[in-house]
């Protein structure tokens, strides 16, 4: 991103929901659902980082946790947003869904993708502890893990300000 934005140039950085799980082992047997995530510590952050922009440059640059599939975790401090960040980019399933952070958007965009088809993305993935098992049991998981976080999403698009969907989603 490379327009102005006031009278400075604007840079953009991405800030991700996912970040914010609690990890595993966790308490309840399904991952990721809205409970596995710390909603509260998600917008304390993003609070932070919009009271580190209306400061300007030369206010702090803010570590952020960041996420790779590989590790499944959290990494504690694996991002960091530079002071001289002008856009940030919140993404995640949730964000509109929890409304302390949705507060604290400028704009919610929502992509709004058929059931049908996210879970069948989701059930074409390779999973290390379902390799070698029927496609069967790939589509089970998908419905019982990710059909219920396809809900969640959708009943939150009342909140968003724009939904985007439509064929170049792949529907």
């Given at each position: 991103m490379?327009?102005?934005?006031?009278?400075?140039e604007?840079s953009?950085?991405?800030?991700?929901?996912?970040?914010?799980?609690?990890?595993r082992?966790?308490?309840?047997?399904?991952?990721p659902q809205?409970?596995?995530f710390?909603?509260a510590?998600?917008?304390?952050?993003v609070?932070?980082?919009?009271?580190s922009?209306?400061?300007?440059?030369g206010?702090?640059?803010?570590?952020?946790?960041?996420f790779?599939?590989?590790?499944?975790?959290?990494i504690?401090?694996g991002?960091e947003?530079?002071?001289s960040v002008?856009?940030?980019?919140v993404?995640g399933n949730?964000?509109?869904?929890w409304p302390?952070?949705?507060?604290?958007l400028?704009?919610?965009?929502?992509?709004?993708?058929p059931?049908?088809?996210?879970l069948?993305r989701v059930a074409?993935?390779?999973?290390?502890?379902?390799?070698?098992?029927p496609?069967?049991?790939?589509v089970?998981r998908?419905e019982?893990?990710?059909?219920?976080?396809?809900d969640?999403?959708y009943?939150?698009q009342?909140?968003?300000?724009?939904v985007?969907?439509g064929?170049?989603?792949?529907a």
């Amino acid at each position: 991103m490379g327009r102005r934005v006031g009278q400075r140039e604007s840079s953009c950085a991405d800030v991700n929901g996912r970040t914010w799980g609690y990890g595993r082992p966790c308490s309840r047997p399904v991952l990721p659902q809205p409970f596995t995530f710390d909603d509260a510590a998600f917008a304390r952050a993003v609070e932070s980082l919009c009271e580190s922009r209306e400061e300007g440059v030369g206010s702090p640059d803010l570590a952020f946790p960041s996420f790779d599939h590989a590790v499944g975790d959290p990494i504690e401090g694996g991002a960091e947003i530079p002071s001289s960040v002008s856009v940030v980019i919140v993404e995640g399933n949730y964000v509109i869904h929890w409304p302390a952070v949705r507060a604290l958007l400028d704009e919610a965009w929502q992509l709004s993708t058929p059931r049908s088809l996210c879970l069948d993305r989701v059930a074409s993935r390779p999973l290390p502890h379902l390799a070698g098992r029927p496609r069967s049991d790939y589509v089970a998981r998908a419905e019982s893990n990710d059909g219920p976080n396809w809900d969640t999403v959708y009943m939150s698009q009342g909140d968003a300000d724009v939904v985007l969907g439509g064929g170049w989603l792949g529907a």
